[in-house]
């Protein structure tokens, strides 16, 4: 899983992480408002942000995860990141995704993720797509729910951020669901 394959939504393409957009990663990711719905690593300067690419390509190697740049068609520019945490022997792959604020509440959130779930069936094969969003994180649950996910359930005071203790929604999709779906 060393090369990811480059996907094409209508108007993003989601590709592989390079080292060089460490400094697009720290200024999108290093803000406080992205972080708080993340377990991304906070603060984060330049050098945490290459440290969290090389991360990700370094799991990817292993067969842990697949994590893709978010950019835009028309303009090259990385607006965010999304990924799947894959446990090879229970065919199952958690989603984990971000963008910069400036790039909220425009449909992009729902459209990489539909790709993602797309590429998560149909390619790696995976039995189950599941995520985890904080309850504080509405609009997460909000894209879950416009991909077709099934609310599972609430873990309560399942983490601890930024001092404060999160209720975790979970959601989830099978693999005959998917194609029952009918949408792909
Ligand atoms: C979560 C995130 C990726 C969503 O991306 P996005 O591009 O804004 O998502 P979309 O525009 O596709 O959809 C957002 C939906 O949430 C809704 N929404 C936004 N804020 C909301 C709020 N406070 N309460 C309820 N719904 C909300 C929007 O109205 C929209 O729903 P609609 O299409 O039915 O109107 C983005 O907010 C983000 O990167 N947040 C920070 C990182 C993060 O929390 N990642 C998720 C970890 S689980």
Redesign the pocket.
């Known amino acids: 899983m060393n090369i990811l394959p480059t996907l094409n939504t209508g108007r993003l393409v989601l590709r592989q992480f390079e080292v060089t957009d460490a400094e697009v990663v720290h200024r999108l990711a290093g803000s406080k408002?992205?972080a708080?719905?993340?377990f991304l690593p906070h603060p984060m300067d330049r050098q945490a942000a290459h440290d969290w690419i090389t991360e990700r390509l370094k799991n990817q190697a292993a067969g842990m995860g697949v994590t893709f740049a978010i950019s835009l068609a028309k303009s090259g520019e990385v607006i965010?990141s999304i990924g799947l945490e894959i446990v090879a022997e229970h065919e199952q792959g958690r989603?984990?995704?971000?963008?910069?604020?400036a790039?909220?509440?425009?449909?992009?959130?729902?459209?990489?993720v539909t790709a993602l779930v797309d590429y998560g069936f149909l390619s790696l094969k995976l039995h189950r797509i599941y995520?985890?969003?904080?309850h504080t994180?509405?609009?997460?649950?909000?894209?879950l729910q416009?991909v077709g996910m099934t609310h599972e359930g609430r873990l309560r005071e399942h983490y601890l951020r930024f001092g404060r203790r999160i209720d975790v929604e979970l959601y989830g999709m099978l693999r005959d669901e998917f194609f029952k779906g009918g949408s792909r």
Do not use: C, I, M
């Not at 790039?103 to 990489?112: D, S």
């Not at 995520?131 to 904080?134: E, V």
């Open positions: 408002d992205v708080a719905g993340t965010g989603l984990s995704y971000w963008l910069g604020s790039y909220w509440n425009q449909g992009y959130g729902t459209e990489a995520a985890p969003h904080f994180n509405p609009a997460s649950g909000r894209v416009k």
